[in-house]
């Protein structure tokens, strides 16, 4: 199975802040890769796919970049309903497999 | 608009069995396929599997075979999750979302889910 490794786990930030999450998978999945975000009792809410390809309706300020094995999710300019836990996911092959996830939390 | 509907929060106790429902509407139900993901009290999004909804066939990710089958019902355009012999480790809120299905690479299977439903808790507890 194909690992996803998110990082930084959590961290803390202020609205308005230009914040970059990264995911890493442990071999090479070409861009097929999403991003999603959660927020607490919610499902999940999917954000970018191909790894940079913005689903209808999410904002601009949320950038997606990567291919292989590196891949970046950016929040150009943090709005308060941006806190919130992001997950990326690989869909090159089986099982489709989750990162550990990323808080954004307010400082 | 899209929109999947799953059944309310189930108390069990170990050993029983759970039947978790998943309505989909505003979008031909055929036309994707509809995946379980499972997240456990506090932690991550683990895959469970898919329904092809075209035929009927599922496939299970490592872990979820044996215990975990799922089944549709097309006339209601209805996906159904079921656990049997549940374990206090099943604790967890199960998640239905739809993926357009797509072959490549040796590869055919869903892709990313673009659609959620609202979750459902069950809990496993004596």
């Known amino acids: 199975a194909i690992r996803m490794t998110q990082s930084p786990s959590s961290f803390s930030a202020s609205t308005g802040d230009r914040v970059t999450i990264t995911c890493r998978a442990s071999?090479?999945?070409?861009?097929?890769l999403a991003w999603y975000q959660q927020k607490p009792g919610k499902a999940p809410k999917l954000l970018i796919y191909?790894?940079?390809t913005l689903q209808s309706g999410v904002p601009s300020r949320f950038s997606g970049s990567g291919s292989g094995t590196d891949f970046t999710l950016t929040i150009s300019c943090l709005q308060s309903e941006d806190f919130a836990t992001y997950y990326c996911?690989?869909?090159?092959?089986?099982?489709?497999?989750f990162g550990g996830g990323t808080k954004v939390e307010i400082k | 608009q899209v929109q999947l509907v799953q059944s309310g929060s189930e108390l069990k106790k170990p050993g029983a069995s759970v039947k978790v429902s998943c309505k989909a509407s505003?979008?031909?139900?055929?036309?994707?396929?509809m995946n379980w993901v499972r997240q456990a009290p506090g932690q991550g999004l683990e895959w469970m599997g898919w329904?092809?909804?075209?035929?009927?066939?599922?496939t299970y990710a490592q872990g979820f075979t044996g215990r975990f089958v799922f089944s549709l019902d097309t006339s209601v355009s209805t996906a159904y999750l079921q656990i049997s012999s549940l374990k206090a480790e099943d604790t967890a809120v199960y998640y239905c979302?739809?993926?357009?299905?797509?072959?490549?690479?040796?590869?055919?299977?869903?892709?990313?889910?673009?659609?959620w439903g609202q979750g459902t808790l069950v809990t496993v507890s004596s």
């Open positions: 979302a739809r993926a357009l299905v797509v072959g490549r690479h040796g590869d055919y299977g869903p892709v990313y889910f673009d659609y």
């Open positions: 071999q090479g999945i070409s861009s097929y």
């Open positions: 996911q690989q869909y090159y092959s089986y099982p489709r497999t």
């Open positions: 329904i092809n909804t075209n035929t009927g066939n599922p």
């Open positions: 191909a790894a940079s």
């Open positions: 505003g979008y031909t139900f055929t036309s994707y396929a």
